[in-house]
């Protein structure tokens, strides 16, 4: 665990080394966000599994949320985005039962809280890492070890902003259970790559930008005249 930590803390940190020109809007933000990708359930051994289902299948994941984002230190944004996925996986049965190749599958859905760190970069791009804390949703898969757990997430992206919304577009790679919150042995951790799109609304754009007007517009008074 210490490990992945460290890792994240180098992702965000070589964001440093990078000039910013401008962030898509400051303040607090709120909005809904959603991705659509692919899963692949994994094991952290190379040991042979007695009675394991094998080989595993990619298949198809879904999710959808709601976020809450801030700045934190002008740079850096820290992110809360409660979310449902929905997730299906592909397995074969080992030893096989049938001579023809059968793929079986399983779906299993997971409620799940990420907090997430985005650094920016220049011309709005940005990088992000951060946790997961899962939980298990309509009931324990059968042949999937449960997912409830901690895990980690890294991504990167760009933002575009329209008038007060700011649209984030970013591929995104999590890896859930790396800390279960029940342990099997030689636990399974479900992999995920996806495309992540989130559309928020900024509330303090608009007070920013009327104040740097008001500043704009004072007149000037010359030395000579006061």
């Not at 094991?43 to 007695?50: E, K, L, N, S």
């Not at 996925?85 to 599958?105: A, M, N, Q, V």
């Not at 409830?148 to 997430?153: H, K, L, Q, R, V």
């Amino acid at each position: 665990m210490k490990k992945v930590l460290l890792i994240l803390l180098c992702v965000l940190a070589s964001g440093s080394v990078y000039p910013q020109d401008t962030v898509a809007g400051g303040g607090f933000r709120g909005g809904v966000n959603g991705f659509g990708g692919w899963n692949l359930p994994v094991r952290m051994t190379d040991r042979y599994i007695t009675e394991e289902t094998s080989p595993w299948h990619g298949n198809q994941t879904w999710s959808a949320g709601i976020s809450f984002s801030w700045l934190v230190g002008g740079q850096y944004r820290m992110e809360i985005a409660p979310r449902y996925s929905w997730h299906r996986t592909g397995f074969e049965l080992s030893p096989p039962i049938y001579d023809e190749k059968t793929i079986y599958s399983e779906t299993f859905e997971l409620l799940s809280v990420p907090l997430s760190f985005k650094r920016y970069l220049d011309d709005f791009l940005f990088i992000s890492a951060g946790t997961i804390v899962d939980f298990t949703f309509g009931g324990k898969p059968e042949w999937v070890d449960a997912q409830s757990g901690f895990g980690i997430s890294l991504g990167a992206g760009r933002e575009f902003c329209v008038k007060n919304f700011v649209i984030d577009i970013s591929p995104v790679a999590e890896l859930h259970s790396v800390v279960p919150f029940t342990y099997e042995d030689n636990q399974q951790r479900l992999f995920l790559g996806a495309l992540r799109i989130g559309i928020s609304y900024n509330w303090k754009r608009n007070a920013e930008a009327e104040s740097v007007n008001e500043e704009l517009n004072k007149q000037i008074i010359p030395e000579s005249q006061k």
